[in-house]
């Protein structure tokens, strides 16, 4: 079974898809991880947005791309959530996966970054994403800077 995910502009998602994925990754960021941190960070009115739905319509996956220059010099995927009811499906993995093949395609020469919570590295590694510099903190959560090399250098 996989996900349907469909990449959104800010500008294309509709109130009602935009509350759902803040609702979602609030779910998962603030509440279950117990983590008080400013999800609204401004940077999503210029990220390209997936959003996962499962076949009844639910909204199980979110992850957002940002273009290089915002968060990061380098283009980024982040804000990766699932439904904790959607969890060991393999959506996690379908949503990264296409995220990079559609941030690829946007930016077709450039290396992608993400910051990944420390213990999810060898879940990112999967991806051909590399260790990029020391631990740090994010929020009260163990991150580390991970790069994945453009395409043509892979």
Sequence with gaps: ?????????FADLSAVDLYRALMLRQ????????????DADGLDVVGIHGLGQSQTGSLIAVARLLPPGTRFALP???????????????????????A??????????????ISAQAHLE???RSFG?????????EDGIPHIAMIRGARRDR
């Design 1 to 9: 079974m996989s996900v349907d995910i469909r990449w959104r502009t």
């Design 27 to 38: 779910t998962v960021f603030v509440v279950e991880q117990n983590c008080p941190y400013l």
């Design 76 to 98: 980024s995927i982040g804000r990766i959530a699932i439904a904790k009811q959607a969890r060991g499906r393999g959506y996690g993995r379908q949503i990264v996966a296409e």
């Design 100 to 113: 990079v093949v559609e941030t690829e395609r946007r930016y077709p020469d450039a290396p992608i970054q």
């Design 122 to 124: 060898g879940f990112y």
């Design 129 to 137: 994403f590399v260790h990029a510099g020391d631990p740090f903190d």
